[in-house]
């Protein structure tokens, strides 16, 4: 905290403030990175795409986060661990969650969904949470590059059954 106050060119208490403790400090972090993430998720979906490729795109730039790891243990390690689980899950949903949502309510929209009867909600937990899977596996990879090819070779094939 002193370190932050005096990069900040504030003093302790300033920080503390604004930020109530650590935790809020880290929360203020923390859904920093998660606008920024779901900006570049964005960015590259919105490509003009068809809607289930801009959700695959989109996608690929969440695993691709396995690749930079201040942004994987900011996210994925530290988010949860500092902050609780149900905290945790609730701004990745305010953030990443109904990035996803959104995506594939647009697939449901266009017809891209071959299943009318599964529900969006329950399709984009599912989705998040093999992504995150992925994430860890590709970031535990001896061999990252292959490790991250591999993940965006299954989620082409995952999100090619959700057409039909």
Known sequence: MERIAAEANLTKGAVYYHFGSKEGLFEAA??????DLVARIEARAD???????AVR???????ELATDDDMRQI?????PSVLGWSKWRAIDAE???GSLKRGLMACRQAGALGADDVDV?????WLSGA???AVFLIAESSNRPRALDQAKRALRFLLSGFAG
């Open 75 to 79: 996210v994925l390690a530290d988010g």
């Open 30 to 35: 923390l859904r920093d990175v998660q606008r």
């Open 131 to 133: 992504l995150n899977e």
């Open 47 to 53: 490509q003009g795409e068809p809607p289930l490729d």
């Open 121 to 125: 909600d329950v399709l984009a937990h």
């Open 57 to 63: 795109s989109g996608c690929e730039v969440f695993l």
């Open 95 to 97: 953030y990443g969650l």
